[in-house]
């Protein structure tokens, strides 16, 4: 997993609530367990005509969000079910950051699993923010401040330290387990040693 420090980036505003998965990556993209190619399928029914041609007035199909790393959305982004695909369809589009007054706690903890910072404000600072999108001015997300900067201003967002601690070091479930592999070795070999029938053939 790629560590996360800071990010800057004009960021795309869906203002849409109840942003559901299905909606993000829709079930017929499901088939793959590759966390690769799923980016082109990203918002497929809000992106694509049934002819596959793009909407042009979605704010992913513009110039210049088609490039954004940070998405403002909605509150209760990420509802409805709860498949890992759908932070894997908005890493592999290039988005590393949403910005949400809430969301559905499964896909809150699969954004930390998959090195997508998942920054909770409420409404009204939301709105501000919105507001960079539509001058199409950049901002800038810093982690390790725990810190928003846009223009003159900042603000402060909470992040759980353990996560926070995860995206910094790029440590997904199975990195955190390799932390541990030299207590993991110590243990097997006390147990061949004091019960060598459990690994009798």
């Not at 793009?54 to 199909?61: A, S, Y």
């Not at 699969?110 to 709105?127: A, M, Q, R, S, T």
Request: proline fraction near 4%.
């Amino acid at each position: 997993m790629k560590k996360f420090t800071s990010l800057k980036s004009i960021p795309a505003y869906l203002p849409i609530v109840n942003i559901d998965t299905d909606m993000i990556i829709p079930k017929q993209f499901l088939k793959t367990i590759k966390r690769t190619g799923l980016g082109k399928n990203l918002f497929h029914e809000m992106r694509y005509l049934d002819n596959g041609k793009d909407i042009k007035d979605f704010v992913l199909n513009k110039k210049p969000f088609n490039n954004s790393k940070i998405l403002i959305a909605g509150n209760n982004f990420g509802c409805g079910s709860s498949r890992e695909h759908a932070p894997w369809a908005l890493l592999d589009f290039g988005i590393t950051c949403v910005i949400s007054s809430s969301y559905a706690d499964i896909f809150y903890n699969n954004c930390f699993k998959n090195g997508i910072l998942p920054i909770v404000l409420d409404e009204e600072k939301i709105k501000d923010l919105s507001e960079y999108s539509n001058r199409e001015e950049e901002i800038e997300v810093n982690l390790k401040d725990q810190k928003i900067i846009y223009g003159n201003n900042e603000l402060s967002f909470e992040i759980d330290p353990f996560k926070k601690k995860c995206l910094i070091e790029g440590l997904d479930d199975i990195a955190l387990s390799l932390e541990k592999s030299s207590h993991i070795n110590e243990f097997e070999k006390k147990i061949k040693s004091s019960k060598p029938w459990i690994f009798n053939d």
